[in-house]
C-alpha cells in the first residue's frame, strides 16, 4: 500500500526555520519523482518544490526560491524540506507526493497519492 506522511510542522516564528518530514512506504522514493505541495485556507493547492528521481535537478517555485530546499534521504525512504526566512504567506497544509511517469513535477494532476499533510503556521 502506498503510503506518504507528512510531520515536523508546528508554530514558528517570521524569519525562522522548520524542516518538513515525508516518511513513504509502499514505494522506493529513489525511483519516483518527489514533490511538495501546499494548500493555505480558502486557496488551491500550489506546488513548492520537486526533486527527479535522478536526484539531479530540484525544482522549486519562484516564492520560496532560496528559502526552501527539498532534499531526498534514499536509504531511510524519506523526503525532507527545509524552509528557512519563513514568511507570513507561507502557511498551510504541505503535503508530500510521489509522481512515477515522467511528466511535469509542477501539476498536481499529475500526481496521485498524497498524505494527510502537515500544518505550519507562522505567527508575524
Known amino acids: 500500500q502506498v503510503q506518504q506522511l507528512e510531520f515536523g510542522g508546528r508554530l514558528v516564528q517570521a524569519g525562522g526555520s522548520l524542516r518538513l518530514s515525508c516518511a513513504a512506504s509502499g514505494f522506493t522514493v529513489s525511483l519516483v519523482d518527489m514533490a511538495w505541495f501546499r494548500q493555505a485556507p480558502g486557496k488551491e493547492r500550489e506546488f513548492v518544490a520537486a526533486?527527479?528521481?535522478?536526484?539531479?535537478?530540484?525544482y522549486s517555485e519562484n516564492f520560496v526560491q532560496g528559502r526552501f530546499t527539498i532534499a531526498a534521504d534514499d536509504d531511510q525512504n524519506m523526503v525532507y524540506l527545509q524552509m528557512n526566512s519563513l514568511k507570513p504567506e507561507d502557511p498551510g497544509i504541505y503535503y508530500c507526493t510521489e509522481k512515477r511517469d515522467y511528466t511535469s513535477v509542477f501539476t498536481e494532476i499529475n500526481y496521485v497519492y498524497w498524505g494527510p499533510g502537515t500544518q505550519v503556521t507562522v505567527s508575524s
Open positions: 526533486i527527479s528521481r535522478s536526484r539531479d535537478k530540484a
